[in-house]
């Protein structure tokens, strides 16, 4: 017993890990110590635990998704300290490739994805006028299950190893036979877990988007970020099956011996190449899309003009999420398929430009004529241009497959997707957290410490992965661990920019914390003088966001309402609202899945059985459940609207 | 086509050539762009003309840009002249910028697919020349080279003619690996149970480092080889020394070579490919059969320090 937990289920002989674990032991106290020093048990299962506000599960999304960019960075950082210098001795080969897959993993699916769908949360329902999500209580269970997905990935390091297969996770080195080791099956199960809630979530925007827009507000008169939103949503109910399918089908070969993806058998490893795109590609748009509406919401307002061209942005989004299912294949043009099939997937590839291009001139536009402010979140997207256009065109010259069989699996690669990535995504969500930062906490964050961060973060970045492009045409491959000495100079100056990039987000993180402190509390409702409807509610949003909905005009609806002196506050209109009651399954059903989930990783069926019985009683629970809510009384909405908006005491 | 490839190229010299002139001169050493071969020399091509090409987009946009930000940035002595809320697009404009993207892709298009399809087959320069036949095969972190009509079968290093167009059929025993020489031509995958074909040329004598591109576990960064290109003459001195003074590569001995590690460069006077074939169906779970579960068990190679041949 006592020599399967020290040799098998934990991780031991290395110092680092050793560390993590007394941090993470360490951690777990002083959070529990606070927790109840400060008799906060009951605040947080009744505030937040047992939530269905969407307001709410948006701000839990973003706060794990900045966690989980912590945990991504410093595996960022071990691995850039490594690669600084010819045989350096900080990671040894295993170690390495543990960290750049959770690398990987981490900063696509518990990082981007989450980011992204914090923001949704916080924003699509305020911007179309809605009281809540069209399916609250699952909206609850999709964070749950993404967080416990993440939890479940995070405590491979410590609990039985990482998986190692990059995450692309490619068979036949992912499979049975050459990773007989436990730890793929956490990737295996983590991803399925939190799949799951992303996969409930697409649903529910969608529902929520087509269904529950305020009274007069045409699909072509939504925000664009709503927009980014719904056509996300689709995406992420036509692609993330694919990804469910797939990993069982992986899962069934790695704990249950069939021969799906395995070399011997008859299996066909390339399928899993196949279907691991099919979904991969698509999901680059899932985590960029939504930037792009960030961008445009932002530019917009920072530059005090209508968005240029609104029809064809919305265009240009639905022609990108059609092309994102058509070019998957230039993820291995060096897999030996034919001219045609190259050529014919370069091209739908290069494609892709043209409605990004479309966009990318409309952004300009928006500014054309515009005046001007440099606002932190102005400066995040603003910054997005230049070095989104860098990653582009890189993107395209990766498309020519022909050429692309010198760039493929090399830093060029690296350096284009990071540019892509950071650029797009991770501005985009800075952009959006700082600029909704006001309407979800009450203050806005410090504008001085944001723009230290802000130029910490740009140059850092550059620094960091532009001279990835050049190493990669000296023939630098990906996931090599150590580098050769004629690699050295420009590898040192990326380590270099990767600290600096680090420093960035530290002050980032630093923001919030000093902010919630000394910023001056946001009472207007309307920061930035916005456009949307979010704006048009109170700072702090009540729980029900509006007391009366407005007919919406255009697709800038509270810009509208200033200029006709309208207001989402009609007492004559009053009614009682109709909210759903908290609940504490959503946690305690992702919880059973949890359990369930490492049981199959460690092949312990007394514990998985079991669990996923519980998940069925659970579903039987909530199928009996009558709770249909309750409605706040017209008295208390008077109280709360009158109270914000400073008419009475 | 062919008309049309040479236009966009002349079209695009005078900037080809800065860029070209700003690459090379500020790091030489850019293996890629530093071709040894007519394979690698078609992709250099392709690849600065995109270059220049996406220049000329980058610049545009930053032009733009900075244009934007520094012409309607909100400054103390600002004046209404030039704000217009409400103007909210141009379709001329709009039109323009959707149709020129097309013409960049277009134009990219072209010359991709001709070399795309030219790369299918020996280079043309040497045609008169029947290829050289090399079997690449790979298992963990091994290359295997094999040559079917030299009867011999080197690991871990290659010679090859000069001037000589090489066939190389891909394929590997275990994980999917990929062939790279970075001097002479991009990368093809090798995987189990399938036979890819990549042709390779060097122009010149020398000595060029080749590797497996494709994340393949501990010993990743280890599994390198080098290729030498020589002169026929010195090639055909070499194959017929190994002929004469090599072992043979006995079932037993390759077997052995199958277990995950490390190896020594080695020669032999018989090829692998008598007992199997890692190119065919057949031949797929071959690696698996003969070592089934315990193959797993030799594949955390510590920090890359040697393999169970490292001593021989």
Not at chain 1, 316 to 329: N, R
Not at chain 1, 435 to 448: A, Q
Not at chain 2, 5 to 34: E, H, N, Q
Request: hydrophobic share 45%; aromatic share 16%.
């Amino acid at each position: 017993m006592w020599d399967f937990i020290w040799n098998d289920f934990l991780v031991t002989g290395e110092p680092i890990i050793y560390g993590a674990m007394a941090s993470i032991v360490l951690a777990t106290v002083g959070i529990v110590f606070v927790l109840t020093y400060f008799k906060l048990w009951k605040w947080l299962w009744d505030e937040y635990l047992t939530t269905v506000d969407h307001k709410k599960i948006g701000i839990m999304y973003i706060i794990a998704a900045l966690a989980m960019l912590f945990r991504g960075g410093v595996d960022a950082l071990m691995m850039r300290t490594q690669l600084a210098l010819p045989n350096m001795n900080f990671l040894n080969s295993v170690h390495y490739n543990e960290i750049f897959t959770t690398h990987g993993t981490v900063m696509i699916l518990f990082m981007a994805m989450p980011f992204i769908i914090g923001l949704m949360n916080v924003a699509v329902p305020l911007q179309i006028g809605a009281r809540d999500v069209a399916f609250p209580f699952l909206n609850a269970f999709s964070f749950w299950t993404f967080f416990f997905g993440a939890m479940l990935f995070n405590i491979s390091f410590v609990i039985g190893g990482s998986p190692s297969a990059g995450w692309t996770s490619y068979v036949p080195m992912a499979g049975p036979e050459l990773s007989p080791e436990i730890n793929q099956n956490y990737y295996l199960l983590a991803l399925q877990l939190s799949g799951i809630g992303t996969l409930a979530t697409g649903i529910n925007f969608l529902v929520t988007i087509l269904r529950m827009r305020a009274p007069g507000m045409t699909l072509m008169k939504m925000p664009i970020f709503t927009w980014s939103a719904l056509i996300t949503s689709i995406i992420i109910i036509f692609a993330f099956p694919i990804l469910t399918i797939a990993l069982a089908l992986m899962t069934l070969d790695r704990i249950f011996g069939t021969h799906f993806f395995t070399l011997a058998g008859e299996g066909m490893p390339m399928m899993w190449a196949n279907l691991f795109w099919l979904w991969g590609h698509p999901e680059v748009y899932i985590v960029i899309l939504p930037a792009f509406g960030v961008f445009s919401e932002v530019i917009s307002t920072f530059a005090r003009k209508q968005l240029f061209g609104y029809k064809a942005m919305v265009y240009a989004m639905c022609v990108i999420a059609g092309l994102s299912f058509v070019v998957w294949v230039h993820h291995f043009f060096t897999m030996g398929a034919g001219a045609g099939v190259n050529s014919l997937f370069s091209i739908t590839t290069m494609l892709i430009a043209v409605p990004t291009g479309i966009k990318i001139f409309n952004w300009l536009g928006t500014m054309y004529k515009g005046r001007i402010r440099f606002n932190v979140p102005m400066l995040w997207a603003l910054a997005f241009i230049p070095n989104f256009t860098i990653g582009g065109v890189t993107g395209v010259m990766l498309g020519m497959a022909s050429a692309d069989y010198q760039y493929h699996n090399t830093y060029f690669l690296i350096a284009h997707f990071h540019y892509v990535l950071i650029a797009g995504t991770l501005f985009g969500m800075f952009a959006g957290l700082t600029y909704w930062y006001p309407k979800m906490f009450g203050h806005k964050m410090n504008e001085k410490i944001g723009k230290i961060s802000f130029w910490f973060t740009v140059i850092g970045f550059n620094i960091t992965f532009l001279p990835q492009f050049f190493l990669g045409l000296m023939g630098m491959p990906r996931r090599t661990y150590t580098i050769e000495p004629e690699w050295m100079p420009l590898n040192l100056l990326s380590t270099a920019g990767a600290f600096i990039l680090a420093t960035g987000f530290v002050i980032f993180t630093f923001n919030i914390y000093y902010s919630a402190r000394y910023e001056p509390r946001e009472k207007t409702g309307d920061a930035w003088d916005g456009r949307s409807l979010e704006w048009a509610t109170t700072t702090p949003v009540p729980h029900y966001n509006f007391a009366t909905i407005p007919y919406v005009n255009s697709h800038e609806a509270y810009w509208d309402m200033k200029e006709t002196g309208a207001t989402t506050y009609d007492e004559s209109k009053l009614e009682p609202i109709h909210m759903p009651s908290y609940k504490g399954l959503p946690i305690i059903m992702s919880a059973i899945m949890f359990m369930a989930s490492f049981g199959l990783v460690w092949h312990w069926f007394w514990l998985a059985i079991p669990g996923l019985l519980g998940v069925i009683i659970c579903m039987v629970i909530r199928s009996f459940d009558f709770d249909e809510g309750y409605h706040v009384p017209i008295d208390e909405i008077k109280r709360t609207e009158e109270q914000a908006r400073g008419r009475k005491e | 086509m062919k008309n049309l490839v040479s236009w966009f190229k002349r079209l695009f010299m005078v900037p080809g050539l800065f860029a070209l002139l700003l690459v090379a001169s500020g790091c030489s050493g850019i293996t890629v762009l530093d071709p040894k071969g007519p394979v690698a020399r078609t992709q250099q091509e392709l690849i600065i003309f995109s270059i220049t090409l996406m220049s000329v987009i980058v610049i545009v946009v930053f032009v733009l840009f900075f244009y934007m930000i520094i012409r309607f940035r909100e400054r103390p002595n600002w004046t209404d002249k030039d704000y217009d809320p409400h103007q909210h697009g141009n379709t001329t404009l709009e039109i323009i910028w959707t149709v020129i993207p097309f013409i960049i892709v277009a134009a990219l298009s072209v010359p991709t697919v001709t070399s795309l399809y030219a790369l299918e087959s020996p280079p043309e320069e040497t045609n008169d020349q029947e290829p050289l036949v090399i079997h690449a095969d790979t298992s963990n972190w091994k290359w295997y080279f094999s040559y079917p009509e030299q009867d011999i079968e080197t690991v871990n290093y290659l010679h090859i003619p000069e001037n000589r167009p090489i066939e190389f059929k891909l394929a590997s025993a275990d994980s999917m690996t990929a062939l790279w020489i970075p001097a002479l031509g991009g990368q093809k995958y090798n995987m189990a149970g399938m036979q890819n074909t990549l042709y390779l040329q060097a122009d010149e004598e020398g000595e060029f480092a080749g590797r497996n591109a494709n994340y393949n576990g501990s010993g990743f960064a280890e599994h390198t080889f080098t290729v030498t290109s020589e002169s026929e003459e010195e090639f055909n001195q070499w194959v017929s020394d190994v002929q004469n003074n090599a072992p043979e590569m006995t079932k037993d001995r390759f077997d052995q070579y199958l277990e995950p590690g490390l190896a020594q460069e080695a020669e032999y006077s018989s090829t692998h490919l008598e007992y199997v074939d890692f190119g065919m169906n057949s031949g797929r779970s071959y690696i698996t059969d003969l070592y089934g579960g315990n193959l797993g068990e030799q594949l955390h190679l510590e920090g890359g320090e040697g393999g169970p041949w490292e001593e021989e």
